[in-house]
């Protein structure tokens, strides 16, 4: 079967239709050449394919991985152990809270992959580990009906929860706040620095106070959004050179590559400076000292491997993000090995020597 070719300019209403995906009920765009993303004179040319040849059951294969998962699941399981001995969640209102949060998480990441996609970053990822524009899978307009409708239910299930505990409707003000902030303002500028902080406050703070509806939920709140916006500019990093050709402006890219390093080790200080913090106040330095110490001694094995690295080309530069990504999930993990040893060791331990 001979492919078609479509090449069409940015601003025009064959454009539009083509990157939306609404030329044809029967047939798929799928950008093949992108020239001169991020300005108002690039063009794209499209391999017009059939909708048959498209593998539609796949299409949200991948979508939202562990790694993002994490970001709405690690909180629920933090309060959780921390309040096992008195479980301050009925099963109704924790069942509800993990599937809007999922819900919520897999709204934000169509919203976000949609605009990424329009204006080109998606287009132009040398990894095409989002394929669901990329590949024809689901069409622009298609995912924008998808996000109305799991907002709609991530919406639906948060009802039970701000029955339960109404003062929630604050975190879900302070959310939508954000999100819109972040969205607006993010996007159109294509500044993503702005979406970044959007989008830490909204998994730190906003989501502890939405699970456990406290002040003291906060300290938690900052330190995680600190993890998530670091786990954002590790993506950006291994992404620069996409980023910048696209024009998207975020931490990193503002800087020149040689100033990029610094910028991530700065971000990935701060957080531990931030978790240090929060522990010295709740807790004593036995239950995390020897956490932090772990991670200070992987940091600086780390910065080694991360200073010496010269291009944005080239494998070097996944190596160092995926290092990068260790340290995030050591993190994670320490931190869950010292929840459950509270909840489950710590307590027989107790009795044992009382």
């Not at 108002?40 to 593998?55: A, G, P, R």
């Not at 969640?89 to 709204?107: D, K, Q, R």
């Not at 239950?287 to 080694?304: H, N, T």
Request: hydrophobic content about 50%; some cysteine.
């Amino acid at each position: 079967m001979n492919s078609e070719f479509r090449t069409a300019k940015k601003g025009t209403s064959e454009f539009d239709q083509l990157i939306r995906g609404t030329f044809s009920a029967t047939q798929r765009a799928l950008p093949v050449h992108n020239l001169r993303v991020g300005s108002s004179e690039e063009e794209v040319t499209f391999e017009i394919v059939d909708k048959k040849e498209v593998k539609p059951w796949v299409a949200y294969r991948g979508f939202i991985g562990p790694k993002k998962l994490l970001y709405v699941l690690f909180p629920i399981f933090y309060f959780s152990m921390l309040h096992w001995s008195q479980p301050f969640l009925h099963s109704a209102e924790l069942e509800c809270l993990i599937l809007g949060l999922v819900l919520s998480l897999l709204a934000v990441q169509m919203k976000v992959d949609t605009q990424d996609f329009i204006s080109g970053y998606d287009r132009i990822r040398s990894d095409k580990s989002q394929k669901v524009l990329n590949k024809g899978w689901r069409t622009v307009a298609q995912l924008e009906r998808d996000f109305k409708i799991v907002s709609g239910l991530a919406v639906l299930m948060s009802v039970i929860p701000l029955l339960m505990e109404p003062v929630r409707v604050l975190s879900l003000l302070a959310t939508l706040v954000l999100f819109f902030v972040g969205y607006s303002w993010g996007v159109s500028r294509k500044n993503r620095l702005v979406r970044d902080i959007a989008l830490g406050l909204i998994a730190g703070p906003a989501l502890a106070f939405w699970i456990l509806p406290h002040a003291k939920s906060l300290a938690f709140g900052v330190v995680w959004g600190c993890l998530v916006f670091f786990s954002l500019q590790l993506e950006h990093f291994q992404h620069y050179f996409a980023q910048t050709q696209a024009g998207e402006k975020n931490l990193v890219t503002m800087k020149s590559f040689d100033q990029a390093p610094s910028v991530i080790w700065a971000v990935w200080g701060v957080c531990l400076i931030v978790y240090a913090l929060m522990r010295s106040l709740s807790s004593h330095v036995a239950w995390w000292g020897g956490a932090l110490l772990v991670l200070i001694v992987m940091s600086f094995i780390w910065r080694k491997s991360l200073f010496r690295l010269q291009s944005p080309a080239g494998s070097e530069i996944d190596k160092i993000v995926r290092l990068g990504n260790q340290l995030y999930y050591t993190f994670i993990t320490l931190w869950i090995a010292e929840l459950l040893f509270k909840a489950f060791v710590a307590p027989i331990v107790a009795i044992w020597f009382r």
